[in-house]
Nanobody, 122 residues
């Protein structure tokens, strides 16, 4: 069983940056593709970014493309989401999750973290 813990969220002004981390325990992440999702109040959980098990492939939601970068360090069993040029509409709880597929829908992901809050002020 994989346990995931997100960190790095907080309050930031529009235009600022944050780096989220997703640390795993219980099992190595190297066998999983890893996704980031976000959920704003009253909205569905939306796909944000996905990285392959070895970091060679990435894909992003159109809304974050060019601003967010997903990366991973399998030696540290950690995945990252670098978020630049943040906008108010990026405000959400951000989750990381494991998948053995290459899909962007939450149902294809099995292990989830508890989430970390990102709030972008004007």
């Amino acid at each position: 069983q994989v346990q995931l813990v997100e960190s790095g969220g907080g309050l930031v002004q529009a235009g600022g940056s944050l780096r989220l981390s997703c640390a795993a325990s219980g099992r190595t992440l190297s066998g999983y593709n890893m996704g980031w999702f976000r959920q704003a109040p009253g909205k569905e959980r939306d796909f944000t970014a996905l990285i392959s098990w070895n970091g060679a492939l990435t894909t992003y939601a159109d809304s974050v493309k060019g601003r967010f970068t997903v990366s991973r360090d399998n030696t540290k069993n950690t995945v990252y989401l670098q978020m630049n040029s943040l906008k108010q509409e990026d405000t959400a709880v951000y989750y990381c999750a494991t998948t053995r597929s290459w899909h962007t829908i939450p149902e294809q992901y099995d292990h989830w973290g508890q989430g970390t809050q990102v709030t972008v002020s004007s």
